[in-house]
């Protein structure tokens, strides 16, 4: 009884890691996604930027107002472009994350919110911008249960993974 009784309690402390045992570091930074034709949805915050407009989906300023509420932050300049800025939640990070054998490390500040951005030329919408953080580059090697599928090592950026190029 004696010798299970450890093995049980190493057992239940091993069944709290959060599956990953090894080293990594990856960097975080504001990334910056735009597009003139964006799907956008009527609960506020909520595009799509990779999606074609709907018939009848939002277009114009008005029904932005109308389904989003008043911009946050409203920035004209003087060919009459304006430029309605919607904070989304959250804060944008920079920074690094280091992972040392089970420990996560994070060094990381906020930048700045999340936020969708509309240009309208004449009460029309003309591109969708959309600002958010993501992880740009990183390293690692160890067993990455829930991140990788096992034993691994490898490195790589965000434009890699994602097959396109993002703003900084």
């Known amino acids: ?9 190493l057992l239940g402390l091993l069944s709290t890691l959060p599956g990953c045992i090894g ?23 909520s595009a799509d930027l990779h999606k074609p407009p709907l018939e009848g989906g939002i277009r114009e300023g008005a029904e932005l107002r109308r389904h989003w509420g008043a911009p946050d932050r409203v920035v004209s ?3 009459g ?34 936020e969708i951005s509309f240009t309208l030329i004449d009460g029309h919408i003309a591109q969708t911008t959309r600002m958010d953080w993501a992880f740009k580059a990183g390293a ?8 990788y599928g096992g ?14 190029e993002q703003g900084s």
């Open 23 to 45: 080293l990594g570091a990856w960097t975080l930074g504001s990334r910056v996604d735009s597009s003139e034709r964006s799907r956008i949805f009527e609960h506020r915050g």
């Open 77 to 79: 300049d003087a060919a």
């Open 1 to 9: 009884m004696r010798t299970i009784f450890p093995i049980l309690i």
């Open 151 to 164: 034993l691994a090592c490898g490195t790589g950026t965000l434009e890699e993974a994602t097959g396109s």
């Open 140 to 147: 690692y090697c160890g067993y990455f249960g829930m991140m």
């Open 81 to 114: 472009q304006e430029e309605w800025i919607y904070k989304t939640g959250g804060w944008r990070w920079a920074g690094m994350l280091l992972y040392v054998i089970l420990v996560p490390l994070p060094a990381m500040v906020p930048v700045g919110s999340q």
